[in-house]
């Protein structure tokens, strides 16, 4: 077993050998059957492993230490992939990590932390679309102003921030808001130049309109599920379409979005239906669209389906 994992982490590092660079310390090491590993995905954080696991019999403790060796990482945690998304990972090996710290990734500076609960504060599937907001964000110029819906920590917001726009970061949650004004601040982004709203999404979204303010660019990353305000349920397959429907009505004429859905049971074609659906019920129609695969270190299940669309006026 101990030369299998050898094998598995020389061969998983050698595909990955094109991103780890001085610009980007963290990336999915590992990822399932994608890896020729099913049931096993490792995130790797500046030198720091967090193996993933759904079955806690798939591995035995001895298994587990084995491959955290192999990793030659200085500290390794373990994280039982759980529909009820509620614990931190525990300590598997090497140093305990007792504070928050910073990865790197393509240059921007993300806070990191290991004792947060389930979510480590940056999702790494989404490495790729954080560098395209950047790159249409430094092409939009002057009129970069960015929505982000959903924001969690900011990820997204701070990566425009860093290419220039101004930008408004909306989550139900204001200690993930805190989070990510301390992204910003770890980028030298003063985050008093920027909005950070607490609240419903669809609320807001609602309230924006009805004051007329509008954003050149929107992105639109929810949870698969969500119990928003007023215990209002959120769900992909149903409620994506309204979603898009309200942002659209905030968006200017020329506009863009990206629309990201993380579903395994949801096709692609009837997500770009909805998507669809909801930018033609706000007077609105689609100038180019196209999907955005997910980046090469997820050679695994394609889950994340993220759709980048140009609109104009009907
Ligand atoms: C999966 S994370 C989103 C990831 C994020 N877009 C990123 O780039 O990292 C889900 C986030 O959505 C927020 N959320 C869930 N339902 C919401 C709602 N109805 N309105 C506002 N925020 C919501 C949660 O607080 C959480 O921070």
């Given amino acids: 077993?101990?030369?299998?994992?050898?094998?598995?982490?020389?061969?998983?590092?050698?595909?990955?050998?094109?991103?780890?660079?001085?610009?980007?310390?963290?990336?999915?090491?590992?990822?399932?059957?994608?890896?020729?590993?099913?049931?096993?995905?490792?995130?790797?954080?500046?030198?720091?492993?967090?193996?993933?696991?759904?079955?806690?019999?798939?591995?035995?403790?001895?298994?587990?230490?084995?491959?955290?060796?192999?990793?030659?990482?200085?500290?390794?945690?373990?994280?039982?992939?759980?529909q009820h998304q509620k614990e931190s990972p525990v300590h598997l090996a090497g140093r305990q990590i007792e504070q928050p710290f910073c990865v790197l990734e393509n240059g921007i500076r993300y806070e990191v932390d290991f004792m947060s609960g389930y979510s480590q504060g940056i999702f790494l599937d989404q490495r790729n679309n954080r560098q395209e907001v950047g790159t249409r964000v430094q092409i939009d110029g002057k009129d970069a102003r960015v929505l982000n819906l959903f924001a969690y920590t900011c990820g997204f917001s701070v990566a425009a921030a860093v290419a220039g726009a101004i930008t408004t970061s909306v989550d139900l949650s204001r200690t993930y808001l805190n989070w990510g004004q301390k992204n910003f601040q770890h980028n030298s982004l003063n985050p008093a130049q920027h909005y950070f709203t607490k609240g419903d999404v669809f609320q807001w979204l609602l309230a924006f309109a009805r004051k007329g303010r509008t954003w050149h660019s929107i992105i639109l990353d929810p949870p698969t599920f969500s119990r928003g305000e007023k215990k209002k349920v959120f769900r992909v397959e149903n409620d994506y379409g309204e979603l898009v429907h309200l942002s659209a009505q905030v968006l200017e004429p020329d506009g863009w979005m990206l629309c990201c859905a993380n579903t395994r049971t949801h096709s692609a074609e009837d997500f770009e239906q909805q998507v669809q659906a909801g930018i033609q019920t706000a007077g609105r129609s689609i100038l180019s669209k196209h999907f955005a695969p997910m980046p090469c270190d997820f050679p695994g299940e394609q889950y994340l389906k993220s759709l980048w669309i140009e609109v104009k006026q009907a």
């Fill in 1 to 82: 077993m101990p030369q299998l994992y050898e094998q598995i982490v020389k061969q998983a590092l050698d595909k990955r050998k094109d991103i780890a660079s001085a610009d980007t310390n963290c990336f999915r090491l590992i990822d399932g059957a994608g890896d020729g590993c099913p049931g096993l995905w490792i995130d790797w954080f500046d030198g720091r492993a967090l193996i993933q696991i759904k079955d806690e019999n798939s591995f035995s403790i001895e298994e587990l230490q084995e491959l955290a060796s192999e990793l030659q990482a200085g500290s390794a945690y373990l994280k039982l992939l759980d």
